[in-house]
């Protein structure tokens, strides 16, 4: 069973860039059949997807957030990470790691085994 | 983006009660609609994807249906451990979005 574990500050300042990664255990990153997902839950709201990556190199990101945002995969540590630019306060949210699956009958790949969440605040 | 709106926000029912959750999609997603629940402090998990495919090992109560945009889901029988917010989830167009949830509360 893949299990993913989100690691990284749980404090960041305004304007400075988060950097969260991803460990993935019971399977591996650079499997072709799966893509692997950032996705976020400010406080009190819904969810909100933020891009996924393929061991190939292949993104799709949240056009909201393109500007800045990077995902990045690392085979060699079994890892992706993201790195989000420019924080303020409305990025504060519990940030999730996410595997992926798609392929034929899909459109997009869909999260299907999460990690358990990290809470990352904005604050001075 | 596809807004994705969800009702009820949030109902109380019985245990063997039969509970049905809508998603109305603001333009037609086929049947790129996913099924999440989501426990107090734990991660989404994925019940239904493309509409009505269960995923695996998650209990035969759970059934959706639908297409375009108007979509169900349906717990035939309610168990206490159904307790929990339920999401639906478009993966027709980039970017991706959710529903606002539903909370599901046991009598």
């Known amino acids: 069973q893949v299990q993913l574990q989100e690691s990284g500050p749980g404090l960041v300042k305004p304007s400075e860039t988060l950097t969260l990664t991803c460990t993935v255990s019971?399977?591996?990153?650079?499997?072709?059949?799966?893509?692997w997902s950032w996705i976020r839950q400010p406080p009190g709201k819904r969810l909100e997807w933020i891009a996924y990556i393929h061991y190939t190199g292949t993104t799709n990101y949240n056009p909201s957030l393109k500007s800045r945002v990077a995902i990045l995969i690392d085979t060699s540590k079994n890892q992706f990470s993201l790195r989000l630019s420019s924080v303020t306060a409305a990025d504060t949210a519990v940030y999730y790691c996410?595997?992926?699956?798609?392929?034929?009958?899909?459109?997009?790949?869909?999260?299907?085994?999460w990690g358990q969440g990290t809470l990352v605040s904005v604050s001075s | 983006d596809i807004q994705m709106t969800q009702s009820p926000s949030s109902l109380s029912a019985s245990v063997g009660d039969r509970v049905t959750i809508t998603c109305r999609a603001s333009q037609s997603i086929s049947t790129y609609l996913n099924w999440y629940q989501q426990k107090p402090g734990e991660a989404p998990n994925l019940l239904i994807f493309t509409a009505l495919n269960l995923q695996s090992g998650v209990p035969s109560r759970f059934s959706g249906s639908g297409s375009g945009t108007d979509f169900t889901l349906t717990i035939s029988s309610l168990q206490p451990e159904d307790s929990a917010t339920y999401y639906c989830?478009?993966?027709?167009?980039?970017?991706?979005?959710f529903g606002q949830g539903t909370k599901v509360e046991i009598k």
């Open positions: 996410a595997r992926a699956i798609g392929g034929a009958g899909f459109a997009l790949w869909v999260p299907d085994h």
């Open positions: 019971g399977g591996s990153v650079s499997s072709g059949r799966y893509y």
């Open positions: 989830h478009q993966s027709h167009s980039t970017p991706q979005t």
